[in-house]
Every structure is written in structure tokens, then in C-alpha cells.
């Protein structure tokens, strides 16, 4: 069994400071980590995966994530928020091994980015 | 290449019909997912199919079914549809095999019941 947590619904930045959202998880198996960000009216796109190798993984429009096991988290963070960073961030987990491989998603995150 | 679409974008149904819903997935990619999204219940996974045939499926009742054909394009249909069927139902491809091949979305159909 698996289980995705993305502490705070809704999270607040101002432009140019730094962003950090949240994914802890819980999986009886290694997993396969992801973060997606859905923008309105959209589908969700990847912006990054941990599969496996180093813990530190970039994605796209300058965010990255730590896998840290012992703390079974996978943050995400970026340096400096845009405003065309405000969306829906979504963490998931695929177990890496056992039967299924569906992805688990977690509830969301909205990013919210004041100028 | 050309991502995922999904026809309709919008639909509105009245409670009692039926819908069917299409997604046409990435060339190559043989696994197609569908997934619920409302704002209580978040996304919700409803089945995949992989080579025509259905290999997981999620916890909906019977009245949801799906279909893939030989080219792995995708369909799937709600009987009897209900208000609380109102949501996005987003489609996912991804090239399959395993759950580290992260999955591409279609744009979404947004299915309203009234």
C-alpha cells in the first residue's frame, strides 16, 4: 500500500522568494517519485521524477527535489517564484517493485505567487 | 510529436444518460490511464489499459467501463450518469511497463450532469 501527503493546500509566496511544497509518502516498497504541476484547464504536466541514482533531482522551469528516504519525503523546491509559476503541484508515488504500479497522487498544492 | 487529446473538452449531460468519453494517446505509447479529478476527492484512478486489454482498475462502480483499441486509442463510457459524476476525467499515457515511466496528460474533458 501507498500513501501521498502534501502538507498545506495552498501555499503563498511573493514573487522572487523562494518556493517549497511539500511531499511525504508512504510505501511498503521503494517508490518512484514525481511532481506535477497542472495549470488551469489543463492536464498535468511532469516536472520532474526520481527513479533512481542521485537524490537531488532537477526538473523543468528551474525546480528541483531531494529524495530522502529517512525522512520519506520528496520536497520541491525552487530558488525564485514567478508568476507564471502559480498552479497546482502535485506529488506521486509508484512503487518500484510488487504488483501494481499506478501512480498515487496527493491531494494538491496550490502555489499562489503575489507580485 | 503531439500530445495527448482528448474530444470532447466540454460536455453536459443530464442525470440518467450515458457519455463516452475519447483519448487519443502519444504515438508509440501503448498504456493508457483515466482518472477522476474533483475538487473533494482529488484524482482518482480509474483503470489502465495496456495492448487492448484492461490491466488495473481502480475502485468505481460497474457503471464506469473503458476500451482500447488496436491503434491504443481509448475510450471510456459512464451509464446512468449521476451528479456526482460531474468532474474532469484527464487521460494519461506514458510508453508502459513499469511505474518508472511518468505518464503524459491529455488536456482533460470536463463532464458536467445536471
Known amino acids: 500500500a501507498q500513501s501521498v501527503t502534501q502538507l498545506g493546500s495552498h501555499v503563498s509566496v511573493s514573487e522572487g522568494a523562494l518556493v517549497l511544497l511539500r511531499c511525504n509518502y508512504s510505501?511498503?516498497?521503494?517508490?518512484?517519485l514525481f511532481w506535477y504541476v497542472q495549470y488551469p484547464n489543463q492536464g498535468l504536466q511532469l516536472l520532474l521524477k526520481?527513479?533512481?541514482?542521485?537524490?537531488l533531482v532537477k526538473g523543468i522551469n528551474g525546480f528541483e527535489a531531494e529524495f530522502k528516504k529517512s525522512e520519506t519525503s520528496f520536497h520541491l523546491t525552487k530558488p525564485s517564484a514567478h508568476m507564471s509559476d502559480a498552479a497546482e503541484y502535485f506529488c506521486?508515488?509508484?512503487?518500484?517493485?510488487?504488483?501494481?504500479?499506478?501512480?498515487?497522487f496527493g491531494r494538491g498544492t496550490s502555489l499562489i505567487v503575489h507580485p | 510529436k503531439a500530445g495527448v487529446t482528448q474530444t470532447p473538452r466540454y460536455l453536459i449531460k443530464t442525470r440518467g444518460q450515458q457519455v463516452t468519453l475519447s483519448c487519443s494517446p502519444i504515438s508509440g505509447h501503448r498504456s493508457v490511464s483515466w482518472y477522476q479529478q474533483t475538487p473533494g476527492q482529488g484524482l482518482q484512478f480509474l483503470f489502465e489499459y495496456f495492448s487492448e486489454t484492461q490491466r488495473n482498475k481502480g475502485n468505481f462502480p460497474g457503471r464506469f467501463s473503458g476500451r482500447q483499441f488496436s491503434n491504443s486509442r481509448s475510450e471510456m463510457n459512464v451509464s446512468t450518469l449521476e451528479l456526482g459524476d460531474s468532474a474532469l476525467y484527464l487521460c494519461a499515457s506514458s510508453l508502459g511497463g513499469g511505474g518508472s515511466y511518468e505518464q503524459y496528460f491529455g488536456p482533460g474533458t470536463r463532464l458536467t450532469v445536471t
Open positions: 506521486a508515488v509508484s512503487p518500484a517493485s510488487g504488483g501494481s504500479y499506478i501512480p498515487t
Open positions: 510505501s511498503s516498497v521503494p517508490p518512484y
Open positions: 526520481y527513479t533512481t541514482g542521485a537524490t
